[in-house]
């Protein structure tokens, strides 16, 4: 197994490990609502969430394309990078309307 590929999946499940806790951890959200920096600590936590499998996954993807398309290895690094970096100004942009500040 390719060092990228190790890279790649291990990041990815770091993504999905922030999106399940975001999903499914009450002690966080209770943290959130009573910061009072969030005006829905609900929905912020659901979309933050969201937006962490998705990018999660989608490397977990690349990561497994990685291990079987030799010689693609710069390609899916710059697709990932390019994935994260989307994904993270769309979520910036939609999260920005549940900030009290």
Avoid at 29 to 34: A, D, P, T
Avoid at 52 to 77: E, H, W
Avoid at 79 to 89: D, E, G, H, P, W
């Amino acid at each position: 197994m390719k060092i990228t590929s190790v890279v790649l999946i291990l990041g990815s499940l770091g993504f999905i490990f922030m999106g399940l806790v975001s999903l499914l951890s009450k002690k966080m959200q209770v943290y959130f609502k009573e910061s009072g920096v969030y005006k829905d600590s609900e929905k912020f936590m659901k979309y933050s969430g969201i937006f962490n499998l998705v990018i999660g996954s989608t490397g977990l993807i690349l990561g497994l394309l990685d291990i079987f398309l030799l010689d693609k290895s710069r390609i899916l690094i710059v697709l990932y990078i390019i994935m994260i970096v989307t994904v993270s100004v769309i979520q910036k942009i939609i999260l920005k309307k549940y900030r009290n500040i």
